[in-house]
C-alpha cells in the first residue's frame, strides 16, 4: 500500500515562496503519474498540475502557470511543487496525488481528473495573506 505524506505548507504573504513536498512510500515515483490538487474551503477539489511518467512531462492549470513548478526527485521517492509569487486566491490545502500507468503510452497520460488518481496525501494548509 503506498503512502504520501504531504509538508511545507504554512502562512505567508503575497508576493512570498513556499515549497511543498510529498514523501511517498513504496518506489513509485519514478515511474507514477504524480499530481498536485487543491481544494479552497467551501470549493471542489481543483487540479494544480501533473508531472507525467519517464521521462516526464508537466502541465499546469492556466491559474498557476508560470508560477508554479512540479518536479520529483525520484532517488528520494518525492515530489514537490515549488510556489513562487503567491496570491490570497492560492489559499487552500494542498493534495499530492499518484497512480500508477497501466501501460507504455498510459505512462504519458496528462491526467487532470482526481478521480483518477489511486493515492492520495493527507493535505497540507497554505494560507496566503494579502
Known amino acids: 500500500q503506498v503512502q504520501l505524506v504531504e509538508s511545507g505548507g504554512g502562512l505567508v504573504q503575497a508576493g512570498g515562496s513556499l515549497r511543498l513536498s510529498c514523501a511517498a512510500s513504496?518506489?513509485?515515483?519514478?515511474?507514477?503519474?504524480v499530481a498536485w490538487f487543491r481544494q479552497a474551503q467551501g470549493k471542489e477539489r481543483e487540479f494544480v498540475a501533473v508531472?507525467?511518467?519517464?521521462?516526464?512531462?508537466?502541465f499546469y492549470a492556466d491559474s498557476v502557470q508560470d508560477r508554479f513548478t512540479i518536479s520529483r526527485d525520484s532517488a528520494e521517492n518525492r515530489i514537490y511543487l515549488e510556489m513562487n509569487n503567491l496570491r490570497p486566491e492560492d489559499t487552500a490545502v494542498y493534495y499530492c496525488?499518484?497512480?500508477?500507468?497501466?501501460?507504455?503510452?498510459?505512462?504519458?497520460?496528462?491526467?487532470?481528473?482526481?478521480?483518477?488518481?489511486?493515492?492520495w496525501g493527507q493535505g497540507t494548509q497554505v494560507t496566503v495573506s494579502s
Open positions: 508531472l507525467t511518467g519517464n521521462p516526464g512531462t508537466t
Open positions: 513504496g518506489h513509485i515515483i519514478s515511474t507514477a503519474i
Open positions: 496525488a499518484a497512480r500508477v500507468p497501466q501501460s507504455v503510452m498510459d505512462t504519458l497520460v496528462i491526467d487532470t481528473d482526481p478521480g483518477r488518481y489511486s493515492y
